[in-house]
């Protein structure tokens, strides 16, 4: 959780998540590691919640070109009107 605040993620309306990990992990079995990430989002409160209303596009990509055992998160979407 402190590596998501230290980050300062603005409050988003809506996000979209791609996920690209070189991991031993097959493609399928990434999704824990995403479903605790999209909770500590949540918790943060940079999203709302995670229900399709805010969180309505995911992908999931096996890239070797990552280094050995990383996962990169790239969250995308709209900032919270004020």
Not at 43 to 53: E, P, Q, Y
Not at 56 to 82: A, R
């Amino acid at each position: 959780m402190s590596l998501v605040l230290a980050q300062k993620l603005p409050k988003l309306a809506f996000m979209e998540l791609r996920v690209f990990h070189n991991t031993r992990l097959d493609v399928d079995n990434v999704t824990g590691t995403i479903k605790v990430f999209v909770d500590v989002l949540r918790h943060c409160k940079v999203i709302k919640d995670d229900t399709k209303n805010y969180f309505d596009y995911l992908s999931i990509q096996y890239t070797p070109q990552l280094k050995k055992g990383l996962v990169v998160f790239e969250i995308t979407g709209e900032k919270k009107k004020k």
